[in-house]
């Protein structure tokens, strides 16, 4: 992947980030193994020569709806437009349709002033999982008092901070895509992150949660061996 330089020094600063998942097209897995061998690396070469940030993961078996999810990062969404393009130039994209896109950006926090500082661009190594969900509160919560939201969502990140397993992406999607937020969950452990969900629903907060699925686990995986286990 291409790693451009980001500045997480300017406050006003902001990476717009995509999720696309896919299936895979029946007719491509009765394809011969030299024939898909050679689109799995045709595949990660593109990918990699792209001017954007990708974590790979493999949906396939947890849902009916998705066999792989592309997470790009970058600094424009013509960026992320361009990666899609030649994606779907390459022998394998021809094989392949999207299933669930969201868009979403970085921004600094209404509720925090501890700069928010996303794990992957950062530099954090990519964890074994991800959960994907699109996020959204009822429009009741944005008539509430300021303070009377943001107390409410200090008690929602103190238990987030019982869970130092699970790394939290928040980016926002509020006039650029269907949902408020996009949430992204990063972890080694499945069992904390389920365990922080069951805590969280009993904060305050959750009473003012509208819509948060489809909620999409996904397994880190390179490119190469990601397309070639998709049968």
Same mark, same amino acid.
């Given at each position: 992947m291409i790693e451009y330089k980001i500045n997480h020094d300017r406050e006003q600063e902001r990476i717009? =980030? /995509?999720?696309? =998942?896919?299936?895979?097209?029946? +007719?491509?897995?009765?394809?011969?193994e030299k024939t898909k061998d050679k689109h799995a690396v045709q595949t990660e070469n593109v990918i990699k020569n792209s001017n954007v940030l990708c974590r790979p993961y493999s949906t396939l078996g947890l849902r009916d709806d998705a066999d792989f999810l592309l997470w790009l990062a970058a600094d424009s969404i013509e960026k992320i437009q361009e990666a899609i393009s030649k994606l779907y130039t390459t022998d394998f994209g021809k094989y392949v349709f999207p299933t669930h896109v969201y868009l979403s950006s970085t921004r600094p926090s209404v509720y925090s002033k501890e700069p928010r500082r996303h794990?992957? &661009?950062?530099?954090?190594?990519?964890?074994? +999982?991800?959960?994907?969900y699109p996020f959204i509160k009822t429009r009741d919560? +944005? &008539?509430?008092?300021?303070?009377?939201?943001?107390? @409410? @969502? *200090?008690? %929602?990140?103190?238990?987030?901070?019982k869970y130092p397993e699970v790394n939290l992406n928040t980016t926002y999607s509020f006039g650029i %895509?269907?949902?408020?937020? @996009?949430?992204? =969950?990063?972890?080694? /452990?499945? *069992?904390? =992150?389920q365990d922080l969900i069951m805590d969280l629903r009993e904060t305050r907060v959750s009473a003012y949660v509208k819509t948060d699925t489809p909620m999409i686990v996904c397994v880190s995986k390179d490119i190469v061996p990601l397309i070639k286990s998709l049968g």
């Open positions: 717009f =980030f /995509n999720f696309s =998942f896919f299936k895979v097209d029946q +007719y491509w897995r009765i394809l011969d794990g992957w &661009l950062a530099g954090q190594e990519q964890k074994k +999982y991800a959960i994907v919560w +944005y &008539l509430l008092p300021v303070e009377k939201r943001r107390d @409410m @969502m *200090n008690e %929602h990140i103190e238990v987030g901070k %895509h269907d949902e408020d937020f @996009m949430l992204a =969950f990063e972890t080694d /452990n499945l *069992n904390k =992150f």
